[in-house]
């Protein structure tokens, strides 16, 4: 953000304004967090503030500070309308494109006359935003909003509760710290939420420490079904929707999955496919190691996109159709894939 932005912003913020905040759809914890968080900071300056998220989320995020205050699209549509054509400022936090927030949602958007406001890490973003905080380099949206309040020059306002939904957000964007996203301006940042009050050990176990067995069993059956290319160093994932009921699926039950097949010695490209009888698709979710782009191959393949080493898309035809289209596709990166 230029000079003159954060000038306009903190204008707008000298006054109270009535204030949206939405994440994308399925949110994960850099999305709640981030927006948490700024929801916590700006209700400090007296803002009249909700979180809209487009539809429900895991159970391990739930915990954080001010959940019960968001309100879903999915199940309040004409109340979540009405607010987002009230409002004047609409922060859009942790995406780049209305469609992330689904049809609905992103139909209200559109529709929203208000001032809006991107802060995002993703890839390409769309120019609807009047002020947009976007850059593909940072490990999360909740490290910039951490950057944003700094820009703000109001770091002192930064509370327990602020610091414990961006730790969190931090923390699962990285992998724990382990991506190649995670610089030592990170660390920088996660000691500051820690002085500020973030319990690190308390989030790691709020976090990792809610396995059910049912999703034990889902993961190995996830295992049991991993299959591996290894002359395309790519390995592989399926879970249909009759394996999901089997173990009784709950929403996030499969977050980090596809960090599995990935951790196979000598694979740079991993994928999982999971049905949706719901949603009428497959979703898919890419990972990659070193330079080989899963957020270009998925943007040219799978209707997605998201970030160099980890991105998302989807699939309108059937698992077996959209694997061996998978499949089929991979010799066109040989050359990527064997470096």
Same mark, same amino acid.
């Given at each position: 953000?230029?000079?003159t932005?954060?000038?306009?912003?903190?204008?707008?913020?000298?006054?109270?304004?009535?204030?949206?905040?939405?994440?994308?759809?399925?949110? /994960?914890?850099?999305?709640?967090?981030?927006?948490?968080?700024?929801?916590?900071?700006?209700?400090?300056?007296?803002?009249?503030?909700?979180?809209?998220?487009?539809? /429900?989320?895991?159970?391990?995020?739930?915990?954080?500070?001010?959940?019960?205050?968001?309100?879903?699209?999915?199940?309040?549509?004409?109340?979540?309308?009405?607010?987002?054509?009230?409002?004047?400022l609409?922060?859009t936090?942790?995406?780049?494109?209305?469609?992330?927030?689904g049809?609905?949602?992103?139909?209200?958007?559109?529709?929203?006359?208000?001032?809006?406001?991107?802060?995002?890490?993703?890839?390409q973003?769309?120019?609807?935003?009047?002020?947009?905080?976007?850059?593909?380099?940072?490990s999360?949206?909740c490290?910039?909003?951490?950057?944003f309040?700094?820009?703000?020059?109001?770091?002192?306002?930064?509370t327990?509760?602020?610091?414990?939904c961006?730790?969190?957000?931090?923390?699962?964007?990285?992998?724990?710290?382990?991506f190649?996203?995670?610089?030592?301006?990170?660390?920088?940042v996660?000691?500051?939420?820690?002085? !500020?009050?973030?319990?690190?050990?308390?989030?790691?176990?709020?976090?990792?420490d809610? %396995?059910?067995?049912?999703?034990?069993?889902?993961?190995?059956?996830?295992?049991? %079904?991993?299959?591996?290319?290894?002359?395309?160093?790519?390995?592989?994932?399926?879970?249909?929707?009759?394996?999901?009921?089997? *173990?009784?699926?709950?929403k996030?039950?499969?977050?980090? *999955?596809v960090?599995?097949?990935?951790?196979? !010695?000598?694979?740079?490209?991993?994928?999982?496919?999971?049905?949706s009888?719901?949603?009428?698709?497959?979703?898919?979710?890419l990972?990659?190691?070193g330079?080989?782009?899963?957020?270009?191959?998925?943007?040219?393949?799978?209707?997605?996109?998201?970030?160099? %080493?980890?991105?998302?898309?989807?699939?309108?035809?059937?698992?077996?159709?959209?694997?061996?289209? *998978?499949?089929?596709?991979?010799?066109?990166?040989k050359?990527?894939?064997?470096?």
């Amino acid at each position: 953000m230029t000079k003159t932005e954060i000038s306009d912003l903190k204008d707008l913020l000298s006054s109270p304004k009535a204030i949206v905040i939405v994440p994308h759809r399925n949110p /994960d914890g850099d999305a709640m967090g981030s927006t948490l968080a700024l929801y916590h900071y700006l209700k400090q300056h007296h803002h009249k503030v909700t979180v809209i998220a487009p539809n /429900d989320y895991p159970d391990f995020i739930k915990w954080l500070p001010g959940d019960d205050t968001v309100l879903k699209h999915e199940t309040q549509p004409q109340v979540c309308n009405a607010l987002l054509q009230d409002a004047q400022l609409i922060f859009t936090l942790d995406f780049n494109a209305f469609h992330r927030t689904g049809p609905l949602m992103a139909e209200a958007l559109e529709k929203a006359t208000a001032t809006m406001i991107m802060i995002d890490h993703h890839q390409q973003p769309d120019d609807y935003a009047t002020y947009m905080y976007s850059d593909v380099s940072m490990s999360s949206t909740c490290e910039m909003v951490y950057n944003f309040i700094e820009m703000l020059d109001d770091l002192a306002c930064i509370t327990a509760d602020i610091a414990t939904c961006l730790y969190l957000g931090i923390m699962t964007d990285t992998g724990s710290f382990r991506f190649p996203a995670t610089t030592h301006r990170t660390h920088e940042v996660i000691g500051q939420l820690i002085a !500020k009050g973030a319990n690190n050990s308390q989030i790691h176990n709020n976090t990792f420490d809610t %396995n059910s067995y049912s999703r034990l069993q889902l993961l190995g059956r996830a295992l049991q %079904n991993l299959k591996v290319i290894p002359e395309l160093r790519t390995a592989y994932i399926t879970l249909t929707q009759a394996e999901l009921d089997a *173990f009784n699926y709950k929403k996030g039950d499969t977050e980090g *999955f596809v960090n599995y097949a990935l951790s196979l !010695k000598g694979i740079i490209f991993a994928a999982i496919f999971i049905e949706s009888q719901q949603d009428k698709i497959i979703k898919i979710s890419l990972r990659s190691k070193g330079d080989f782009s899963v957020n270009t191959f998925s943007r040219n393949h799978f209707n997605g996109g998201g970030h160099t %080493n980890a991105a998302g898309g989807r699939s309108e035809t059937d698992m077996e159709t959209t694997v061996n289209n *998978f499949i089929s596709i991979l010799p066109q990166y040989k050359d990527e894939l064997s470096q």
